[in-house]
């Protein structure tokens, strides 16, 4: 086992009762922090968007708490941290403008998650991708990076009644695959994320994006979790948990 990796291989997780015979496993991802890294733009978004209500003082150790919260939730606090007497949709329209510019122009997908996205397709494996992004930016940002082609089933909070840490997204993701939610394995980089898959009765692999924010309660529950965040994740790790062998070529 690698270093800075823990496993669970409690009864029902993939690694203790997964046959070669079993159907492949259905993977919902998260988007932002998980397969792609578009926390930067997603904190210029936010920076431009405060400034033109007078805020500067918005770092990006400000942002990091939203890591994982999705985009209306957060922007509804922010408005109130800080005053802003503006319509919350006004606030996510302008947000949302900004972060596409951004995204259209770059966004980086991690490439041990662009790795394990190819293994899954070759094994089989129905894959969804569940944010709490906007349907217009999930968009954007996987026909930006060619993963379009493989991830065809999207759920949007903007979707679903409630957003992370509430299951909805990934139990609408689980309903669009045609599959048992029990039957699903989610990738999460963000504790909200790691609660919701819990509280939607899907296992999980979670790969902090802060690692420092590895002993978060909420990833406690994670059948597999590097606790060293992306400098420890492997996709040929993540997909032995799911206990299949590596699809051949």
């Not at 209500?53 to 999705?70: C, K, L, P, S």
């Not at 309903?175 to 699903?184: H, L, N, S």
């Amino acid at each position: 086992m690698l270093d800075g990796m823990s496993a669970c291989s409690a009864p029902g997780s993939p690694a203790a009762s997964s046959t070669t015979s079993a159907p492949p496993t259905p993977v919902i991802f998260d988007l932002d922090g998980t397969l792609v890294d578009s926390e930067p733009n997603y904190f210029e978004a936010g920076r431009r968007l405060l400034a033109g209500y007078g805020v500067t003082d918005f770092t990006w150790e400000r942002h990091a708490r939203f890591i994982g919260i999705g985009t209306r939730e957060t922007l509804e606090i922010l408005a109130r941290e800080y005053g802003i007497d503006a319509p919350v949709e006004e606030l996510l329209a302008v947000k949302n403008r900004v972060y596409l510019e951004l995204a259209r122009a770059h966004t980086e997908v991690f490439p041990e998650m662009r790795e394990l996205v190819a293994l899954l397709a070759a094994g089989g494996h129905p894959m969804a991708v569940a944010s709490g992004s906007s349907r217009a930016a999930i968009e954007a940002v996987l026909a930006g990076t060619g993963l379009d082609a493989l991830l065809t089933t999207l759920v949007s909070a903007e979707e679903v009644p409630r957003g992370k840490p509430e299951p909805d997204v990934f139990l609408e993701a689980a309903r669009r695959m045609g599959v048992a939610p029990g039957a699903c394995v989610v990738l999460e980089d963000a504790a909200p994320g790691a609660l919701a898959a819990h509280r939607a009765g899907m296992r999980c692999i979670a790969v902090p994006y802060l690692a420092e924010t590895a002993g978060d309660p909420a990833f406690a529950a994670a059948g597999l979790l590097f606790e060293g965040g992306r400098r420890e994740f492997t996709a040929r790790a993540a997909y032995a948990w799911l206990g299949r062998p590596e699809p051949a070529g």
